[in-house]
């Protein structure tokens, strides 16, 4: 069965649960200051600690897949268990994997992430466009067909991203422009939001571009990258009630006691409610 279009699904659930999402990132140094190892019994440990603790509470959670990948298959196994333990729990799960090819191997990414028999299917996934939008075309039919959804890199929030988002395109515009006014496309009279999402930073300041996508808006950089819930007005302007803020290590060092990890991220969801309805 399909399910509901995926920005139904994440507009409910930022409605219901609080506009926040909750990176999964067990790099090594996290690892060890939760006093784990950096090995296969440690990422089991920490990614389970953090599905249990968030995954009945957040709208959604987002692992990155590189740092399971980084342990072979029996990381991808982890990975695995714990897409299924939190979307049971009724989190919606975003796979942070910035896939991006060419035909049928942009066909195989699609199959991995957003076809439901897939053991990684996930509500949506982020994905790279700079190999030209329609490289995205199987992706995007993918998610259609099974109603998951992708975020697609706009305007990242690390500084050497400009140099490819921020070029001019032939017709003048700023090639994030370019790829957002695609994503507007994509999503034009999709109610009560659009199933393609855009991926701007929140440390960004004035983002300089037109982000009425009729989609959502994933904004990595809250917390440890050195941006604020208050800052999202100011970034996002009249489409902030579209973004989604994505926290990882801001949440995550509060571990390894679940109850820490609650309240940062519920005192982080508290914090974005503030900042967009005070706009």
Same mark, same amino acid.
């Given at each position: 069965?399909?399910?509901?279009?995926?920005?139904?699904?994440?507009r409910?659930?930022?409605?219901?649960?609080?506009?926040?999402?909750?990176?999964?990132?067990?790099?090594?140094?996290?690892?060890?200051?939760?006093?784990?190892?950096?090995?296969?019994?440690?990422?089991?440990r920490?990614?389970?600690?953090? +599905?249990e *603790?968030?995954?009945?509470? +957040?709208?959604?959670?987002?692992?990155q897949?590189?740092f399971?990948e980084r342990?072979?298959?029996?990381?991808?196994?982890?990975?695995?268990?714990?897409?299924?333990?939190?979307?049971?729990?009724?989190?919606?799960?975003?796979?942070d994997?910035?896939?991006?090819?060419?035909?049928?191997?942009?066909?195989?990414?699609?199959?991995?992430y957003?076809?439901?028999?897939?053991?990684?299917?996930?509500?949506?996934v982020t994905?790279?466009?700079?190999l030209?939008?329609?490289?995205?075309?199987?992706?995007?039919?993918?998610?259609?067909?099974s109603?998951?959804g992708?975020?697609v890199?706009?305007?990242?929030?690390?500084?050497e991203?400009?140099?490819?988002?921020?070029?001019?395109?032939?017709?003048?515009?700023?090639?994030?422009?370019?790829?957002?006014?695609?994503?507007?496309?994509e999503?034009?009279?999709?109610?009560?939001l659009?199933? +393609?999402?855009?991926?701007?930073g929140?440390?960004?300041g004035? *983002?300089?571009?037109?982000?009425?996508?009729?989609?959502?808006?994933l904004?990595?950089?809250?917390? *440890?990258q050195?941006?604020?819930?208050?800052d999202?007005?100011?970034?996002?302007?009249?489409?902030?009630g579209?973004?989604?803020?994505?926290?990882?290590?801001?949440?995550?060092?509060?571990?390894?006691?679940?109850?820490?990890?609650?309240?940062?991220?519920?005192?982080? *969801?508290?914090e974005?409610?503030?900042?967009?309805?005070?706009?």
């Open positions: 069965m399909t399910l509901e279009p995926f920005g139904a699904r994440l409910h659930a930022m409605d219901t649960r609080g506009p926040l999402c909750v990176g999964i990132d067990p790099h090594s140094s996290l690892l060890t200051s939760w006093g784990l190892n950096d090995d296969i019994a440690g990422l089991e920490f990614t389970r600690t953090v +599905v *603790a968030l995954a009945d509470r +957040v709208a959604v959670l987002k692992p897949s590189a399971f342990f072979g298959s029996r990381g991808i196994a982890v990975l695995e268990k714990a897409v299924e333990e939190a979307r049971a729990a009724g989190a919606l799960v975003l796979m994997a910035k896939r991006g090819d060419i035909g049928s191997t942009m066909e195989a990414y699609a199959a991995t957003l076809d439901k028999d897939s053991p990684l299917f996930s509500d949506a994905v790279s466009p700079y030209g939008f329609g490289s995205l075309r199987p992706a995007l039919e993918a998610a259609e067909i109603g998951a992708v975020f890199l706009a305007l990242t929030s690390n500084p991203g400009a140099e490819v988002q921020r070029a001019t395109a032939a017709d003048g515009r700023p090639l994030a422009q370019v790829m957002l006014d695609h994503m507007a496309a999503n034009a009279g999709a109610a009560p659009g199933s +393609v999402g855009a991926v701007v929140a440390t960004l004035d *983002a300089g571009v037109d982000l009425a996508i009729n989609g959502p808006l904004a990595p950089g809250i917390g *440890a050195g941006a604020t819930p208050a999202l007005p100011g970034v996002f302007g009249a489409s902030v579209n973004v989604v803020p994505s926290v990882s290590r801001g949440v995550l060092r509060h571990g390894p006691d679940a109850s820490g990890l609650r309240e940062a991220a519920g005192r982080f *969801a508290d974005v409610r503030t900042a967009v309805s005070e706009s």
